[in-house]
């Protein structure tokens, strides 16, 4: 934690952010959003030093959503707090939430409705107050993958809602078993 709060002085140090408003000031951009990297409370000093920040980009992705190291609920309830809109990264984490291992595949593979990227991005983008959500993608067959569940957006389920929670236990359990796991060497 020493680290983060060290990370936004130097920031505060340099005025970065006077800068960037001085910047907007005259002209040379029209809107003042951050990407944001780390834990709950620096977001919340930030909003409350600089009200002028019109959006914040968090990870967000229900694999992180819990998960105490990441903060991505913590993260996008500050945002609500706020009144910020939130645009969205990691929805796949990193690929992690499309390549599912097989019995968390098995689990969105019995709704028979989409891929693992679809129930992970509807996921982020069902949040209220989410303005983007932002997806990489390597080739054409996932980026048509993507449209087709976005052009006519339909947020989780509650079936598919109580799926993806399954999903997400198994990532907390995974998480768990090699944070814990001791090897021994005889």
Partial sequence: ???????????????AYETALELMEEGKFRHFGISFHDKTEVLEQILNEYPQ???VQIQLNYADYDDPAVESRKCYEVCRKFGKPVIVMEPVKGGNLVNLPQNAKSILEELHGGSPASYAIRFAAGFEGIMMVLSGMSDMAQMQDNISFMKEFQPLSDEEFAAVRKVQEIFQEDRWMTRHIIIYDS
């Fill in 53 to 55: 920040i019109e959006v």
């Fill in 1 to 15: 934690m020493e680290r983060i709060k060290k990370n936004f002085a130097f920031f505060k140090k340099c005025h």
